[in-house]
């Protein structure tokens, strides 16, 4: 079976550009969470899905930031306009459960450089 | 909240032990663990339910202990492809999605 997608792996974009992040989980897996990894705040958690319905989006860090769910097996995250300090690694990870009992599965992640 | 990991790295010599660990101020419903490697996405390991039960991947064990609030993951005989960044992820009740602390790096040299 395939595991979490995501694309692009690498972008490099200058200051102010709209940036969008794309996911494909796991097929049959009924939560979808996009992270995002820097040295200095580790691996945050910025939203979650269940069936394509955000539950919780509090940890994303300001307006710039939307992320959507159309369908079961596709999720984008978008950040406009963007800014230096966006600069990280994003993944998306998927669970057939809450994440409380079951596993995440994280796709290779997005490699993002905002100049 | 996120958990609090401990130590932050590690360097051992192949064969070696060691054990990091996980410790949360919230009461735990689960604990979750992880490997990343350098350039890479985190790999699931596994998951430890309250209840204190230890449970083992490889050479890999980890034990849940629900009064202090804390889990600890054992590498014993330590193999070179142990090297990476370990993270926990910590759920409470209320909310069942782990908060990830911030990873202890295993450097495992011949």
């Known amino acids: 079976d395939a595991g979490v997608i995501q694309s692009p792996r690498h972008e490099v974009t200058e200051m102010g550009q709209e940036v969008t992040l794309r996911c494909k989980p796991i097929s049959g897996h009924d939560y979808l969470f996009w992270y995002r990894q820097t040295m200095m705040r580790g691996l945050e958690l910025l939203i979650y899905f269940n069936n394509n319905v955000p539950i919780d989006d509090s940890g994303m860090p300001e307006d710039r930031f939307s992320a959507k769910m159309p369908n079961a097996s596709f999720s984008t995250l978008k950040i406009q306009p963007s800014e230096p300090r966006d600069s990280a690694v994003y993944f998306c990870?998927?669970?057939?459960?809450?994440?409380?009992?079951?596993?995440?599965?994280f796709g290779d992640g997005t490699r993002l450089s905002i100049l | 909240q996120q958990p609090v990991q401990s130590p932050q790295a590690v360097i051992l010599r192949e064969g070696e032990d060691a054990v990091i660990n996980c410790s949360s101020s919230?009461?735990?419903?689960?604990v979750h663990w992880y490997r990343q490697k350098h350039g890479e996405a985190p790999v699931f390991l596994m998951i430890l339910l309250k209840g204190g039960e230890q449970k083992g991947h490889e050479k890999i064990s980890a034990s849940f202990n629900e009064k202090k609030q804390q889990s600890s993951l054992y590498l014993t005989a330590s193999q070179l492809s142990y090297s990476g960044t370990y993270f926990c992820?910590?759920?409470?009740?209320?909310?069942?999605?782990?908060?990830f602390g911030r990873g202890t790096s295993l450097i495992v040299h011949p």
């Open positions: 919230k009461a735990l419903y689960s």
């Open positions: 992820g910590s759920s409470s009740g209320g909310s069942y999605i782990p908060t």
């Open positions: 990870a998927s669970s057939s459960g809450t994440g409380g009992n079951q596993p995440q599965h």
